[in-house]
């Protein structure tokens, strides 16, 4: 009798399922922000996409200025900014991205006293173009804004955003390459993560690499198509005497804390490096922030 009371519920509509911000409350605090400073709408899109003779009009997929920022249990409003910024893949949306991967769930596993923020890209469309954050300072705007969102709204004590890590999935390169090329908030970028992301823009990154301290992580599968791509870069930096380390994901000898710049060849496939084995999390544990006291 409950389930079929339940079932005439659930059809009428009486029964709601949790929200985002439900589903995610037992790890912290969920906020949505429309930005001006977010990649979309941009002129470069303003007539849609076409991609394999299909096209993406502006209306449905270059239309959302949605960014999504998560506070995890436990942050230290008093302490110094630090962001987490992740960027998407293909066919993706930001609600999508953050429950599929479980990316607020690692963030908070992390003990980092960091703020994710996930900007929407293309909404659910086969593009790589990063809007408004390819534009030259465009991301320091950017991260700006999102300080100045949390300062008005006492998440944090100072707007100031210190430092950021910097992740993408699949098609995220392009954008991350543009951001780290000219995107003007390189002093405060640390940390570069590219989960099955390095298809092109090989340039950039062995420039950014070359010349900076900063740490970076590079995961690649065989079935992904990233994996020759991420073999020409550890070439080029080879050759410029850059050092780096190449490793198997399942090797127990994987220290990610050892090298600045670490390249790991993934058995999984390209929807699962970013959490089938928790490797947001361990990166971020890895890393340079501050742990969440």
């Known amino acids: 009798m409950r389930l079929l009371v339940t079932g005439l519920l659930l059809s009428a509509g009486l029964i709601c399922s949790p929200t985002l911000e439900e589903q995610l409350a037992p790890h912290g605090t969920l906020i949505r922000l429309a930005l001006s400073t977010a990649p979309f ?6 007539s849609g996409h076409v ?22 249990n436990g942050f230290d409003p008093q302490r110094p900014l630090d962001l987490a910024v992740h960027i998407h893949g293909w066919w993706a949306g930001v609600e999508t991205v953050i429950s599929k991967f479980r990316l607020a769930e690692q963030l908070t596993a992390s003990g980092k006293n960091a703020v994710l923020v ?3 890209g293309p909404t659910n469309a086969p593009d790589s173009f990063g809007g408004r954050l390819e534009d030259p300072e465009a991301f320091r705007a950017f991260i ?5 969102e949390l300062h008005e709204r ?10 950021v890590v910097l992740s993408g999935h699949s098609g995220a390169y392009r954008m991350i390459s543009f951001i ?17 992301a390095l298809y092109g823009q090989l340039e950039t990154y062995a420039h950014w690499l070359s010349d900076g301290n900063s740490r970076f992580v590079a995961v690649f599968c065989d079935s992904g198509g990233t994996k020759e791509a991420t073999g020409a870069l550890m070439d080029t930096l080879g050759r410029r005497n850059v050092p780096f380390a190449s490793h198997e994901e399942t090797d127990p000898r994987l220290d990610l804390r050892k090298d600045r710049i670490t390249f790991i060849h993934s058995d999984l496939g390209h929807n699962e490096v970013l959490m089938a084995r928790e490797q947001y999390r361990r990166y971020l544990e890895s890393g340079t922030l501050g742990n969440r006291k």
């Open 180 to 196: 780290l090329r000219h995107g003007g908030a390189e002093d405060r970028i640390r940390e570069v993560y590219l989960f099955d």
């Open 144 to 148: 700006e804004a999102v300080g100045r």
């Open 41 to 46: 709408p941009h002129p470069g899109r303003d």
């Open 118 to 120: 996930i900007p929407q």
């Open 154 to 163: 006492r998440v944090v004590a100072s707007p100031a955003v210190r430092s």
């Open 51 to 72: 991609y394999n003779g299909v096209r993406y009009p502006a209306e449905l997929h270059y239309r959302d200025s949605t960014v999504l920022v998560f506070i995890p």
